[in-house]
DNA sequence: TCTGGGGTCCTAGGACCC
DNA sequence: TCTGGGGTCCTAGGACCC
């Protein structure tokens, strides 16, 4: 049977993720900010109409949020991850083909069928998220994935449709196209956008009917499938099962500027520990490892530095203590005195699944270390993140992370649970 | 003072081989 | 003056996404 694709998209995800919990927001202009209190990441309809940008450095809007009242939340991503698992659930028991695209997307596959209502269907899923779970969503409907994301946002943006737009089959397909900017189409970025500009190309619309080797040519075959599925012709598959990580990476900026060795030392031990976990919880081994320093990459040119270095591991590992010895010694060959470190990561690659390259009949290996790394996780994952952890991870963390307005882990911590309070008069 | 984090895919170019 | 050709593999960098 023929197909078309459903996207549903969660409204402002993170916004409506702190208003469940505070429901006087509701009317209010809310953002949420990244990690470090850097950017706005996400912003209500409020805030949007104000004239916050997304992506917006925080400290330069800061005063003018306090004049707004605009209410500004860390982000919290135990938080985030919970409610987004709650909204695919609800999904999953609808019983559609489905694709869980990020962390508030999920693609559906839909039957065509003339006796069967997609718009009332999608109508009914949006309800029921409303419902179970309290976050609201919009759904728009396409033959390619490309012009389901359209659909989406016109779904999003007249609230005429309420919530629900279908462009398949759809005499208004041109209509809509020719109103929606190129840079609005999903896969077309800053770069492209500029070329397609000079070329006079600047809504779906002229894309769709671009010339064929010229996209090619200068948008690569990215650009050619774009401008086929805004044909309607679908390249871009449903993925019903995430595909396996090629890399893994463990990366965060600091809360002030680090000099010396010793706290790179914590975090860099913080991070390949925490690199490590994710390995472990997707059943992978690392053949090598990347570890990078940066100072700012906003400030002095002159007193800026930026350098990484890969090494492969002696034999695939999970193995924390292996991670963490080997990023040290890159730490150790890439530091420079002098400079203000504000950002490190380590980024895990060459990965396998566990236990599936032969060992070396040489190397050391860290087989007995398996029952350590498994009592660690089984531990941390009843406890909490970090109860058991390698020493010298400190404990004063000056490289820490900002989150200065974060709200609580209402539904992932027995610690954090919201409490109502009632009493009878 | 203060500018996120974690991913993917594609291409060009270099190294190397016969 | 003239300095092969074709193939593979790897990596860095660019572009994009949420």
Known sequence: MKKVFALVDCNNFYVSCERLFRPALNIQPVVVLSNNDGCVIARSNEAKALGIPMGEPYFKIKAFARRQNIHVFSSNYALYGDLSARVMDVLHQMEAEMEVYSIDEAFLSLPVSRNWNRISYAAELRER???YVGIPVSIGIGPSKTLAKIAGRVAKKEGRYQGVFDLADSSQMDDVLRQTEVNDVWG???????????????NALELKRANDAWIRKHLTVVGARIVMELNGISCLPLEKAPAAKKSIVTSRSFGQPVTALSDLREAVISFSSRAAVKLREQNLEAGALHLF?????????????????????????????MLITTALRCLQSLYKAGYRYQKAGVLLSALSPQGYKQQS??????????????ALDRINDKWGQD???????????????????KSSAYTSSWQELPLVKASLV
């Open 293 to 321: 320093l940066a100072t700012n990459r906003f400030g002095d040119q002159a007193v800026s530095y930026f350098n990484g270095q890969t090494v492969p591991l002696p034999h695939p590992t999970s193995d924390t203590s």
């Open 188 to 202: 077309i970025g800053k770069r492209f956008t500029e070329k397609l500009g000079r070329q006079g190309i600047h």
């Open 129 to 131: 998220i409303r419902k």
């Open 387 to 405: 109860t058991i952890r390698y020493g010298l991870t400190g404990a004063h963390k000056l490289w820490g992370m900002r989150q200065s307005y």
């Open 361 to 374: 009949l040489f190397a050391p290996t860290t087989e007995e270390n398996k029952p350590l790394m498994t």
